[in-house]
């Protein structure tokens, strides 16, 4: 059964910094891995999609990682900004079975002024 | 573009009350289309996914049930609501098993 989990649950960096996001997966068979923002009480921003043959993905200040074989993918934000504050959720799709979604709990960002 | 569009967005209901909750995309044709649930402080449950108009697959058992009637149409319902089914329902669409894309979200509050 394919678990997801993010760490740290929340963050709190000073405007500025450069930070590093975790998601660790326990099945390496995986179709692709995507990272989304969710501001409060709001729909989810897919940001990037890794997929399973990708090392990683960069979007402006976002760059995501993939290491299937440890089960882990990093979201690194540079030069963090109060409007980066949002949860921060990593989803793996499954290669079998349907190709369901199977989402982390999320990593809470707040970036002080 | 592609947009995407979930109504309504808060709802209050009592327990035992039925429930429909829509969903809609425009801008592209044959979606596969989601509806998942977020509980307070949780992550989110992958409810039903559509391939197809009329194709179904549940993920958990449970008092509800969704419907496609048209290709971009994606309805979750309820008969009887239980406080447990409080929480966000959050429709999503996607090409085939690529980027999903999330509409804003209903909030479902069970009295």
């Known amino acids: 059964k394919q678990e997801v989990t993010q760490i740290p649950a929340a963050l709190s960096v000073p405007e500025g910094e450069n930070l590093v996001l975790n998601c660790s997966f326990t099945?390496?068979?995986?179709?692709?891995l995507q990272w989304f923002r969710q501001d409060p009480g709001k729909g989810l921003t897919s940001l990037l999609l890794i997929q399973s043959s990708q090392r990683e993905q960069t979007s402006g200040r976002l760059n995501a990682s993939l290491d299937k074989s440890s089960g882990r993918s990093t979201l690194y934000i540079a030069a963090s900004q109060p409007g980066d504050s949002a949860t921060y959720l990593c989803a793996v799709r499954r290669r079998t079975g349907g190709f369901k979604t199977i989402f982390g709990a999320g990593t809470r960002l707040f970036v002080k002024a | 573009s592609q947009t995407i569009h979930q109504w309504p967005a808060t709802l209050v209901q009592p327990v035992g009350s039925p429930l429909s909750l829509e969903c809609t995309v425009e801008g592209t044709s044959n979606p596969n289309l989601y509806w998942y649930r977020q509980a307070a402080g949780r992550g989110l449950q992958l409810l039903f996914y559509?391939?197809?108009?009329?194709?179904i697959s549940s993920e958990v058992p449970q008092n509800l049930s969704a419907s496609r009637p048209q290709d971009r149409q994606f309805i979750l319902s309820s008969k009887k609501l239980l406080l447990s089914d409080s929480g966000f329902y959050l429709c999503?669409?996607?090409?085939?098993?690529?980027?999903?894309?999330f509409g804003p979200g209903t909030r479902l509050l069970v009295l």
């Open positions: 099945d390496s068979a995986i179709y692709n």
């Open positions: 559509s391939v197809g108009i009329g194709q």
């Open positions: 999503a669409w996607s090409v085939l098993e690529e980027t999903q894309y």
